[in-house]
């Protein structure tokens, strides 16, 4: 899995993708989803899909054609209400990095 750098402080740490999914990604998606009172049928778990190079992407520039129009029937008012879901959740995955470099990092001390 990919290192995603996460910000602490004034550091930075890695985070495997694999635990920022589970640690961050899927649960804010969910609170989300409840939040807006919003349910889903996506099937969540990862799966691991290894594919071959596409003979499309090598042969050039890729070009959208067709852009899919929402279905009014999928179109629900937002709940306005303001929340942290997001920045408590990053939080928490901050708080398993281990290094500070304020505290880990300090400026020589000279004896004079």
């Known amino acids: 899995m990919p290192n995603i ?19 961050l990604l899927r649960p ?22 290894e594919l071959g190079t596409s003979e499309i992407s090598a042969s050039g520039d890729v070009a ?20 942290s879901i997001g920045a408590d959740l990053l939080a928490k995955v901050s708080d398993t990095i281990a290094i500070d470099t304020a505290e880990s990092f300090l400026l020589p ?3 004079a």
């Open 5 to 23: 750098s996460v910000k602490k402080k004034d550091s930075i740490g890695f985070v495997k993708f694999d635990a920022l999914y589970k640690t």
């Open 28 to 49: 804010f998606f969910a609170a989300v989803l409840n939040k807006h009172k919003l349910t889903s049928a996506l099937i969540l778990d990862p799966a691991l899909i």
């Open 109 to 111: 001390r000279y004896i």
């Open 64 to 83: 959208i054609v067709v852009k899919a129009a929402q279905d009014q029937v999928f179109t629900f008012p937002p709940n306005e209400e303001e929340t």
